[in-house]
């Protein structure tokens, strides 16, 4: 029965690795090493408004060169965002000044946000094939 479900396991991981395609992650405009990277994967609006994201990954500053990070994560076929938080003082969250302002840097996927209000995952979204792929997140910083 061991050996069964050990093949069982290693079958569906096989299948399941054949969809998965690694996407390449760069984070560039980054000011400081300061506390850490958060990414946060989202599949469509309604988590984004939740942020409820789907995936969530955090990377320590060290590799920080000339302000850029690359990361890479493995994501089945599908239509994804990615928001980057640059976490300086590693609490987990956006801080904010007094008028809600955010004080750490933000970024969205192959999207650069100039507006005030919150985007909607349209304008950030793309799609994982069946090939390798890269998304840029220029961060931002008041």
């Known amino acids: 029965m061991k050996l069964r479900n050990t093949i069982l396991f290693v079958l ?23 506390g850490k990277i958060l990414l946060a994967v989202f599949k469509n609006n309604d988590s984004f408004k939740k942020e409820e994201p789907f995936l969530e990954k955090s990377y320590h500053k060290k590799s920080l060169k000339t302000g850029k990070i690359t990361v890479k994560i493995q994501l089945e076929q599908g239509t994804y965002g990615i928001t980057i938080l ?30 005030i209000s919150r985007p909607k995952l349209d304008n950030f979204k793309f799609i994982v094939g069946d090939k390798d792929k890269t998304v840029h997140v220029k961060m931002k910083y008041f």
């Open 12 to 34: 569906l991981f096989v299948a399941a690795s054949i969809n998965a395609q690694t996407l390449t992650v760069e984070i560039t405009n980054i000011r400081n090493n300061k």
């Open 86 to 115: 640059d976490d300086e003082n590693n609490d987990g969250k956006m801080k904010y000044n007094l008028i809600r302002i955010p004080k750490e840097g933000y970024g969205f996927s192959n999207y650069f946000h100039t507006g």
